[in-house]
């Protein structure tokens, strides 16, 4: 699924980003850009990584 609309960014795309070592936002936005055109998935993409690092 979509989760950042700015840059066609999906919850895999952010999900495969923390299996390669990114643990914030900030790593996330660094590699793809995520949340860092109007914001919105910003809160989203947060939940994602969480949920992602427990997992891992
Ligand atoms: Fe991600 Fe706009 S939806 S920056």
């Known amino acids: 699924m979509y989760v950042c609309l700015c840059h066609a960014i999906t ?4 999900k495969a980003a ?3 070592g ?5 790593d996330v936005k660094k590699r793809l850009g995520v949340a ?5 998935c910003a809160r ?4 994602i990584i969480q949920t ?3 997992y891992e």
């Not at 919850?11 to 952010?14: A, C, L, Y």
């Not at 860092?36 to 919105?40: A, I, R, Y």
């Open 22 to 26: 990114d643990c914030s936002l900030a």
């Open 44 to 47: 989203m993409a947060t939940n």
């Open 52 to 54: 992602q690092l427990e």
């Open 18 to 20: 923390v299996s390669q």
């Open 36 to 40: 860092d055109q109007c914001g919105k």
């Open 11 to 14: 919850d895999t795309q952010i």
